[in-house]
């Protein structure tokens, strides 16, 4: 019992040395890790595409499955499978639809050796603004601008002043 004791009382006083431990660990290798992003620039509306990236993968057996709003998704394209160094694979499913503010999606990737599941989340950030905001800023730019050319048209009529002979 004073054993063990002991042993806790040590690994309490290394407890505050954690910090040295570097930030970003790394999964083991051949557990999957699965990232979830759109092909092109998000617009609300307009089609795009999710891709589901795999990595740290070995044995390059798995199985992607999409969800949209915890419901089963179909018409996902086959899933692709590359290898990289190291013996380890990687992976990509992607998945077409038309985004809306209030989605999320998830892939869901088992590894089918050891039943391991690694799950990605989408929702939506970082839209791109409105095409109607940018015309409204031109029409209003372009207006000044017409307006800045009347203006001064007139006060240069208004305070010309006659040329004299004298």
Same mark, same amino acid.
């Given at each position: 019992?004073?054993?063990?004791?002991?042993?806790?009382?040590?690994?309490?006083?290394?407890?505050?040395?954690?910090? /040295?431990? @570097?930030?970003?660990? #790394?999964?083991?290798?051949?557990?999957?890790? =699965?990232? !979830?992003?759109?092909?092109? +620039?998000?617009?609300?509306?307009k089609p795009n595409t999710l891709v589901?990236?795999?990595?740290? /993968?070995? @044995?390059?057996?798995? #199985?992607?499955?999409?969800?949209?709003?915890? =419901?089963? !998704?179909?018409?996902?394209? +086959?899933?692709?499978?590359?290898?990289?160094?190291?013996?380890?694979?990687?992976?990509?499913?992607?998945?077409n639809f038309t985004p809306a503010p209030?989605?999320?999606?998830?892939?869901?990737?088992?590894?089918?050796?050891?039943?391991?599941?690694?799950?990605?989340?989408?929702?939506?950030?970082?839209?791109?603004?409105?095409?109607?905001?940018?015309?409204?800023?031109?029409?209003?730019?372009?207006?000044?601008?017409?307006?800045?050319?009347?203006?001064?048209?007139?006060?240069?009529?208004?305070?010309?002043?006659?040329?004299?002979?004298?």
């Amino acid at each position: 019992m004073d054993h063990e004791l002991s042993q806790g009382a040590a690994l309490l006083r290394l407890l505050p040395l954690l910090w /040295l431990l @570097p930030q970003s660990w #790394t999964a083991p290798e051949g557990l999957p890790i =699965a990232e !979830v992003f759109t092909l092109k +620039p998000l617009e609300f509306g307009k089609p795009n595409t999710l891709v589901c990236f795999v990595s740290n /993968l070995f @044995p390059p057996t798995l #199985t992607v499955n999409w969800q949209h709003d915890s =419901a089963p !998704v179909e018409g996902a394209r +086959p899933t692709f499978v590359s290898a990289v160094d190291g013996l380890t694979f990687q992976a990509f499913s992607y998945l077409n639809f038309t985004p809306a503010p209030s989605d999320l999606f998830s892939c869901i990737v088992t590894h089918e050796i050891d039943s391991y599941t690694a799950i990605a989340f989408w929702v939506p950030q970082n839209v791109l603004p409105s095409d109607l905001l940018e015309n409204v800023l031109c029409g209003v730019a372009f207006g000044l601008g017409v307006l800045g050319i009347v203006v001064g048209s007139v006060l240069i009529i208004y305070f010309r002043k006659p040329c004299s002979g004298d």
